[in-house]
């Protein structure tokens, strides 16, 4: 036994946490719930670890290992792939493949074209995931363009599927799920209706996906939960001319066969690879790059509010801890969550570093300029800015719609 493992278990760490040393942590790539993920240098290059807080998952471990175990059995080029995992005394520690390729919308904003043609052949790698997945029982669940992350720069690199934190193995293909899952806009209408659902979410998703690569906006765009699951509901897709002329009517009805509101009348994944938009025979060479840009440019002022939300999870998590002594958490949570919204707008002007020693337990969390601060980029603020103006203006709009309803009803009265 080395001296490192007596010590850990002097300070009761389990066996597993020797792992730990082998990796160097870096730069936050984002927060949830239950923990966050970091950046690492590891024995065989670069990794991402997914760090989950013990205390928060208490009495409901299951969860936990079923990623475990789910991350394990899949194995697919367009799946990110599962390295290896360990534990301390107050965290889970899940290491996977890193995608340093980008993220989809990101990575084709700089080329300089991207076609239809393009789009089928890119939707056709995500399709293949979806019906890897299908076919072992496995709903993703949270489908949209933050999780499809492109491997490597390398110009022929493959797109892969990430994120697999709300992902559930159905015990049989017929199981339903009821607790709410996936993220507003992508998110199904039995989903939003809490009506029990399966794979079929899967496929609402890839259909918003598509429409919105196509056309650079998506097809149903109600700010309120509410409004959004009665225009889901309805399911009325419109294909304006403006935006839709250059596009092949393939490209319409693979969409149309998704996006439809009652999930058994959807297409299933092993249906829609065959369908013959997918071939790319039919798609056209209309450059869709301007719509995709402007597309990005809406989704950056997000990002703003974003950070700020972001910051405020890793403070939230950084109260949880229960070993302080040995945080993984980033002292700086403004700082990092900066860092994390440059990294992933393709025009912030922050650079991001490479990992480094911060003392924070050991392992450097290379998110801190020099004296471990950053000042936020100027994309940043001006989203931040333009995101509480907006928000203001909504409310003010919210009491004007209030105040009339009240005066109708008073004069009604």
């Not at 039995?190 to 996906?209: C, F, R, Y």
């Not at 250059?246 to 066969?257: E, G, N, R, T």
Request: overall charge neutral.
């Amino acid at each position: 036994m080395s001296f490192s493992t007596m010590l850990n278990r002097l300070h009761g760490q389990p066996d597993s946490y020797d792992k730990k040393a082998k990796y160097r942590f870096g730069r936050t790539l984002g927060a949830g719930t239950y923990g966050i993920v970091r950046e690492a240098e590891g024995p065989d290059g670069r990794v991402a670890i997914k760090i989950i807080l013990k205390k928060i998952v208490r009495g409901n471990e299951r969860m936990v290992l079923d990623e475990l175990d789910m991350l394990q059995r899949l194995n697919h080029p367009h799946i990110v792939k599962f390295v290896d995992w360990f534990e301390s005394r107050d965290k889970y520690y899940i290491v996977t493949e890193l995608a340093t390729g980008g993220e989809l919308f990101d990575r084709i904003c700089q080329q300089g074209k991207f076609t239809e043609k393009d789009g089928s052949q890119t939707i056709k790698q995500v399709l293949d995931a979806v019906n890897y997945l299908h076919r072992n029982n496995v709903v993703h669940r949270d489908l949209k363009p933050e999780n499809l992350l492109y491997l490597t720069k390398d110009a022929d690199s493959d797109l892969v599927l990430a994120d697999f934190g709300i992902a559930k193995t159905l015990g049989t293909k017929d199981e339903v799920l009821k607790t709410m899952a996936g993220s507003f806009g992508y998110a199904a209408p039995e989903v939003m209706l809490k009506q029990g659902h399966g794979k079929p979410v899967d496929m609402w998703s890839l259909g918003i996906i598509t429409y919105t690569l196509l056309c650079g906006y998506p097809p149903f765009r109600s700010e309120n939960l509410q409004d959004l699951i009665d225009e889901c509901s309805a399911c009325r897709v419109v294909f304006h001319e403006r935006y839709w002329k250059d596009v092949s009517a393939d490209a319409k009805d693979f969409i149309l066969k998704l996006l439809q509101s009652k999930p058994e009348d959807r297409w299933t994944s092993e249906r829609a690879l065959a369908h013959p938009w997918l071939s790319g025979l039919s798609a056209s060479d209309h450059n869709l790059l301007p719509e995709i840009r402007a597309y990005l440019t809406r989704a950056r002022l997000r990002r703003g509010i974003e950070m700020v939300k972001l910051a405020n999870r890793i403070e939230a998590l950084k109260m949880q801890e229960e070993d302080p002594e040995n945080s993984d958490m980033p002292k700086d949570a403004t700082g990092s969550a900066a860092a994390t919204a440059s990294a992933s707008a393709a025009a912030a002007s922050a650079a991001v570093p490479a990992p480094g020693d911060d003392g924070s337990g050991g392992n450097g969390s290379g998110e801190g300029g020099e004296g471990g601060k950053r000042t936020l980029s100027k994309t940043i603020k001006g989203a931040i800015f333009r995101e509480v103006v907006l928000a203001k203006v909504r409310e003010m709009k919210e009491k004007e719609e209030t105040l009339k309803v009240t005066e109708e009803a008073s004069k009604t009265a």
